[in-house]
């Protein structure tokens, strides 16, 4: 059974238990009268029964008020002066520990430990006024045998009301955190294919801009494609830091963009320019990749290319080699340092990103200097060499 189907069975078993409950202290009530019990005796335990049925149902919205009024008809109970009565022989007195678990499930455990001790003196006085009306030739280890009994009863459903509490709290934080985790991933997934697409987009059209707007011969169309370089480059920047709000990129890859080995000799000739001559070259025969080695091969070259256009003032020759191996293939895109390097403001988390990604497919990332810039170099490996 769901926890919506029980749920949805939870008020008609109430009902039902009110009623059952609820007659059978009818009959108790009605064999006490047979016995000699007075009306007035008989008057003020169905009142104490009726205090007990409404505590129960208010301790559902208000568990300490249900409390209260369910310790309130114990009390009458238990000073009620029956020859030889005891407030468990009402079936109704069942609903004072029903209040006390519904108690110790909604309040802060140290409020739940006040309501034990206010049920263990119940019992203590229950035991105290029992034993001043003990007829004469009952042993009086008959009164500590009804108190103990009642305190582990008591004792029981609070120790089991507590327990229950704790699984479902363990149950709810364990939900919050896959759930937190789910988001985070969900960030560094949209994240990562933010910057890896429109970051690289954005880059490549502000070079392609600033090669155009030096190789025009007319002032005003250098000066207007100019304005529109900065303003790629700001629109840059700005994306830059909306994804920094989304987090750091480092969540595992899960669902990738439709992408491959073939797709790189377009995305290396989308990238150059009159000013900035990137070639690719591949040497060895191909062989197969998985997914993410696939997706972390393309993801750093577009990388290397993004980095090298961004940060370079132009001139500015960049080469991707792919070099394949049984066991593996080296992804290396190289850069001459251009002209110079220019200031763009701190460095960003692209190569972090693909770090992670060369990680997850089971490869390695390095940085290092060329023989004039810089060289990123990663090495991811085949089907075969797995």
């Given at each position: ?46 009142g104490a029964a009726v205090l ?219 990238a150059a320019s009159p000013l ?23 993801r750093t070259v577009q990388e ?83």
């Open positions: 059974m769901t926890a919506a189907q029980r749920r949805s069975t939870w008020p008609a078993t109430t009902v039902a238990a009110h009623v059952v409950l609820a007659l059978l202290t009818v009959i108790v009530l009605a064999a006490a009268r047979y016995f000699g019990a007075d009306l007035w005796q008989i008057l003020a335990a169905a007990l049925h409404g505590g129960a149902v208010e301790a559902r919205r208000r568990p300490w008020a249900g409390y209260a009024i369910g310790a309130l008809g114990m009390l009458v109970l238990v000073l009620l002066p029956f020859p030889g009565w005891s407030p468990v022989m009402l079936p109704s007195a069942v609903f004072f520990p029903l209040t006390l678990w519904r108690l110790t499930g909604q309040v802060p455990v140290r409020s739940s430990v006040l309501a034990l001790a206010v049920a263990a003196l119940g019992i203590v006085l229950n035991e105290l006024v029992a034993w001043s009306r003990l007829p004469s030739g009952v042993p009086g280890w008959t009164r500590l045998s009804e108190g103990g009994l009642l305190m582990l009863v008591v004792g029981g459903v609070w120790l089991a009301a507590l327990l229950v509490r704790r699984r479902h709290e363990s149950r709810r934080r364990a939900e919050s955190e896959r759930l937190a985790a789910a988001v985070a991933d969900e960030r560094a997934s949209i994240r990562r294919d933010l910057h890896d697409v429109i970051a690289h987009t954005v880059t490549v059209m502000v070079a392609r801009i600033e090669a155009a707007a030096v190789t025009t011969a007319d002032p005003a169309t250098r000066s207007e494609l100019g304005d529109i370089a900065e303003a790629g480059r700001d629109a840059h920047q700005g994306l830059r830091a909306m994804l920094a709000t989304l987090g750091p990129a480092t969540a595992a890859p899960r669902g990738q963009a439709p992408i491959s080995l073939d797709a790189l000799p377009d995305l290396v000739a989308s900035h001559a990137v070639t690719f070259a591949e040497a060895g025969e191909r062989r197969p990749l998985s997914l993410s080695a696939e997706v972390a091969a393309v290397g290319i993004t980095n090298a256009l961004r940060h370079l003032e132009p001139p500015v020759k960049v080469t991707v080699h792919l070099r394949w191996s049984p066991a593996e293939v080296t992804v290396e895109v190289r850069d001459d340092g251009g002209r110079a390097r220019r200031d763009t403001g701190g460095q960003g988390t692209g190569l972090l990103g693909i770090e992670e990604r060369v990680r997850t497919a089971g490869g390695t990332l390095s940085i290092g200097a060329g023989d004039d810039g810089w060289v990123l170099r990663a090495r991811l490996p085949t089907k075969e060499g797995v």
